[in-house]
Structure formats: C-alpha cells, structure tokens
C-alpha cells in the first residue's frame, strides 16, 4: 500500500541551526502538507502546497519556514535558525486532492 | 472561529465492550469531518471523511456517524489492538487545512 515516507525519523540540532525534513509523498498526489505536533498538544497546520506553489500558510509559518518540490517525489520543509520552541513532531502529509490528506510517520525534532 | 471538541478525553473500555467517543465541531461551512488512529509516537492514520449530516461510514469495529453539529465514532465489540488515540478533524470551504481535536485516547483490556 502506498505510503507517504519521512526522513529521517529523528533530528537533533543545536539552536540557531537549519534543517530540512524530508518527505516523499504518495506519488500520484497532488496536495502536500506540513503539520506539527508539539509534545501532547494538537495536530497543527503549517502549509499547503499545490501545482508548485503554497496555497494556504497558518501563523505559525512565519519567515523562518520555507518549503520546497525540487523534483518530482520529494516535498522539504527548511527552518532557519531553529529556536527551542521548535521542537516537535513534524508531519507531511498529501492527498489526490483537497478532501483527503495521509500522514507520514513523522520526523522528531529536538532543538537543543 | 473554527474549532474541534472532543471528548472524553480519555477512556477505558474492557474487551468487548462497546462505546463511543464524540468529536463537537463549529465551523464556517463544512467540506469534510476526517476521524484518524494515532499510535504513541506515529503519524495520524486516516480512517475516514464524512461530507454532510445523515452521513455514516464503516470500517471493521469502527463507525462513524455526522449530525450538523457533531460526529461519533462509535466502537462495536473493541479489542486490545483498537488502543490508540483518536482524533477528529474539520475542513472548511475555501481552505485546504485541516483543523484537529485534542483527540480521545482509547485504553481496551483484555
């Protein structure tokens, strides 16, 4: 069954650092996300991205997030400068269209 | 302001032992109502999307059912493998999020 793949499944990174999670969507998906969850609170939304570009962006993704496609499988979210509130689990997401959305594993951030 | 309730927060059930969990929704306009599983340490994985009030959908002990203003995931005869946390979701029109509930986290003992 095809599924949405995530890498890598833990990061750890010193605060002031970039990083770039990595996901592979489902391939015949057009509608990719980026969500997160910090440690026992609520899924939350981060993006979405269609026909390459973003087509929604919640508060949360401010300057410091930046997303890319920069071939025909993979889908990053970049942070810049990673900030201890930062740390959670972050997840990508795609659907064929609006109505679906399949979540990865997830990728754990820790910002030391 | 869009916004997901679920509740109980938290419930036991022995084995066998049928429930059902409530997600309260208020929302601008409903496009969909997604139910998801979440395992500790996993990523939601998606069980069903409801689209308009009357709706009901089943998949082996799970059903979920959507009125107006809340959904139920009701739990027939649950067993061990059915503990997990489950979470509730509203889409609205005109937007492509998805905004979650807290969710129930869902004990089942032999």
């Known amino acids: 069954e095809p599924e949405v793949t995530q890498t890598p499944s833990h990061q750890v990174t010193q605060m002031g650092q970039e990083v770039i999670l990595r996901c592979v969507p489902i391939?015949?998906?057009?509608?990719f996300y980026w969500y997160r969850q910090i440690l026992g609170q609520k899924v939350e939304f981060l993006v979405s991205?269609?026909?390459?570009?973003?087509?929604?962006k919640s508060e949360i993704f401010d300057d410091q997030f930046s997303v890319e496609r920069p071939d025909g499988s993979n889908f990053t979210l970049k942070i810049r400068s990673t900030k201890l509130e930062d740390s959670a689990m972050y997840f990508c997401?795609?659907?064929?269209?609006?109505?679906?959305?399949?979540f990865g594993q997830g990728t754990r951030l820790t910002v030391v | 302001e869009d916004q997901v309730t679920q509740s109980p927060e938290a419930l036991r059930l022995q084995e066998g032992e049928s429930s059902s969990l409530n997600c309260s929704y208020t929302?601008?306009?409903?496009?969909?109502l997604f139910w998801y599983r979440q395992d500790p340490g996993k990523g939601p994985e998606f069980l069903f999307t409801l689209y308009s009030a009357g709706e009901e959908k089943e998949k082996e002990r799970l059903k979920a059912t959507l009125t107006k203003k809340e959904s139920f995931l009701h739990i027939t005869a649950p067993k061990p493998e059915d503990s997990a946390t489950y979470l509730c979701a509203v889409q609205a029109r005109n937007t492509d999020k998805l905004i979650f509930g807290t969710g129930t986290r869902l004990q089942v003992f032999p």
């Open positions: 929302v601008s306009g409903l496009r969909g």
């Open positions: 991205f269609y026909n390459n570009e973003i087509s929604e």
């Open positions: 997401a795609s659907g064929q269209d609006y109505t679906e959305a399949f």
């Open positions: 391939s015949n998906h057009l509608y």
